[in-house]
């Protein structure tokens, strides 16, 4: 692991710490009147997403975690597991649901995601801003209904339910954001 000093930290630099790993969100040189100088930072705890605020002495030095991102197709379901492809070499690789979390409403067949390696363990997931799914169910429109951005729920493919205007019908291809899980458009 290459050791760095707070002199060469960026935002987005991924540090492995005592306590676990942790990515830089943001930091603040800070030289006072009287004492040695500090770096403020606020960081992000990589595997459940926690917020910590945390003072370093200036030049401190300590690890750096080296974050591999691949770029991995879905194979298919197995169980509970995701049996993903990695694009590059095409090892295949079980991914406990559990690791996904609730960007696993997001995945169908051959879709393509993109996974932070740290060493052997998988510490996050990125999937596009928005997804094409199919609806597998929804309630007809109702004739008369007709209130200004009226919504009714539609369950997509993954079963995923979000809100969709009157006029979707089952079997349509929509437009989903992968941040709000909420509808953008037709497909």
């Known amino acids: 692991m290459p050791q760095i000093s707070t002199s060469d930290f960026k935002n987005g630099m991924t540090l492995d710490l005592d306590d676990g790993l942790f990515a830089l969100v943001e930091f603040q040189h800070v030289k006072p009147g009287k004492g040695g100088a500090f770096v403020r930072t606020t960081l992000r705890n ?8 945390r003072t370093f002495r200036a030049g401190e030095r300590m690890e750096r975690a080296i974050i591999d991102k691949r770029e991995m197709q879905l194979l298919y379901r197995d169980g509970d597991d995701y049996v993903f492809m990695d694009n590059a070499t095409y090892e295949q690789m079980n991914v406990p649901s559990a690791t996904l979390g609730g960007i696993a409403s997001y995945l169908v067949d ?21 997804v094409e799914l199919t609806i597998a169910e929804t309630e007809p429109g109702v004739q008369g209904d007709r209130v200004s951005g009226a919504k009714k729920p539609a369950t997509l493919e993954t079963g995923l339910v979000v809100q969709v205007p009157l006029f979707i019908e089952t079997g349509e291809r929509v437009k989903v954001d992968t941040r709000s899980g909420e509808f953008i458009s037709r497909a």
């Open 110 to 130: 051959a879709s393509t995601a993109l996974l932070q390696m740290y060493g052997d363990e998988i510490v996050g997931v990125e999937v596009p801003a928005s």
């Open 46 to 53: 990589v595997r459940n997403g926690g917020v910590v605020e």
